[in-house]
Antibody
Framework: QVQLQESGPGLVKPLETLSLSCTVS????????WTWIRQPPGKGLEWIGY???????RYNSSLKSRVTISVDTSKSQFSLKLTSVTAADTALYYC???????????????WGQGMLVTVSS | QSVLTQPPSASGTPGQRVTISCSGS????????VTWYQHVPGTAPRLLIY???LRPSGVPDRFSGSKSGTSGSLAISGLQSEDEGYYYC????????????FGGGTKLTVL
């Protein structure tokens, strides 16, 4: 059973950078696509982006100018950085594994439990 | 405002069959497949259905999915108390540079 665990600061000041990590257990991190998804309080899920097994990234265009996803295979972790945050970035942030069929992402089969990040001074 | 439209709530009694709809458009569900997730708050979301109607291993066959045109549907038969929670649909959207979109979620209550 693959397990994912988000970690990082739960409180970020406005205009600063949100940084989260996701530790992956029992899996070869370089063999899969890895994604970040968030859910603002009282709202639906929003896909942030993912990195594929070749290191290519794809981001939601609404966040593209502020987001970076990267992988550290030596730590079996992948990370999210979101710059210049505002209160609108307050959300439950999930990391997840994207699974593919013939190289096309079909969905997200393993998720972390989520981490609440609040943007406030 | 979510891109995919789901009813905010659904309910049923144990043993009943319930369906949850997911309405999209020609840029998402129309040309692409639908996935469904179950989420009990405080736990990790769980993939139930991918490619419109396929179940990952471990998902009971009480859960089934379908797609017609720009809409998808999740059916749960033999409803059980542990099915209570939130259900989300998702699909790839071809607009802009392409991105995954989700429904707003349906809260399922087992009466």
């Amino acid at each position: 059973q693959v397990q994912l665990q988000e970690s990082g600061p739960g409180l970020v000041k406005p205009l600063e950078t949100l940084s989260l990590s996701c530790t992956v257990s029992k899996d070869f991190i370089s063999s899969y696509f890895w994604t970040w998804i968030r859910q603002p309080p009282g709202k639906g899920l929003e896909w942030i982006g993912y990195m594929d097994k070749s290191g290519n990234v794809r981001y939601n265009s609404s966040l593209k100018s502020r987001v970076t996803i990267s992988v550290d295979t030596s730590k079996s972790q992948f990370s999210l950085k979101l710059t210049s945050v505002t209160a609108a970035d307050t959300a439950l942030y999930y990391c997840a594994r994207a699974f593919t069929v013939f190289g096309v992402v079909q969905g997200f089969d393993y998720w972390g439990q989520g981490m609440l990040v609040t943007v406030s001074s | 405002q979510s891109v995919l439209t789901q009813p905010p709530s659904a309910s049923g009694t144990p043993g009943q069959r319930v369906t949850i709809s997911c309405s999209g458009s020609r840029s998402n569900i129309g040309p692409n497949t639908v996935t469904w997730y179950q989420h009990v708050p405080g736990t990790a979301p769980r993939l139930l259905i991918y490619s419109n109607n396929l179940r990952p291993s471990g998902v009971p066959d009480r859960f089934s999915g379908s797609k017609s045109g720009t809409s998808g549907s999740l059916a749960i038969s033999g409803l059980q108390s542990e099915d209570e929670g939130y259900y989300y649909c998702a699909a790839w959207d071809d607009s802009l540079t392409g991105h995954w979109v989700f429904g707003g979620g349906t809260k399922l209550t087992v009466l």
